[in-house]
């Protein structure tokens, strides 16, 4: 089973920029989507968006154009880069499977982004 380490968490101002890590313990070469997903306070976990092997990406519309998640299989590692952040992108973050069977989710990283 591999195991997923976000970090790259943080507090920022409104407008500012984050970039999230995943880290996985084994190959992620032979998995086509990798996601990333959050959940803010009182919310349920939301699919942020994910990247496939062949570059393809999709994501919500609430981070459409803010957003990328670029990957890196040779390091195992996706990334997320979060750009023009606002308040409501506030929440723990999370790498997983684009789809189902998800591995065992990571204990996540923390945005919170102050108005």
């Known amino acids: 089973q591999v195991q997923l380490v976000e970090s790259g968490g943080g507090l920022v101002q409104a407008g500012g920029s984050l970039r999230l890590s995943c880290a996985a313990s084994?190959?992620?070469?032979?998995?086509?989507?990798m996601g990333w997903y959050r959940q803010a306070p009182g919310k349920q976990r939301e699919l942020v968006g994910f990247?496939?092997?062949?570059?393809?990406?999709n994501y919500a519309d609430s981070v459409k154009g803010r957003f990328t998640s670029p990957r890196d299989n040779a390091k195992n590692t996706v990334y997320l880069q979060m750009n023009s952040l606002k308040p409501e992108d506030t929440a723990v973050y999370y790498c997983?499977?684009?789809?189902?069977?998800?591995?065992?989710w990571g204990q996540g990283t923390q945005v919170t982004v102050s108005s």
């Open positions: 997983n499977k684009g789809t189902w069977p998800y591995y065992n």
């Open positions: 084994g190959s992620i070469f032979s998995i086509n989507a």
């Open positions: 990247i496939t092997n062949g570059g393809i990406t």
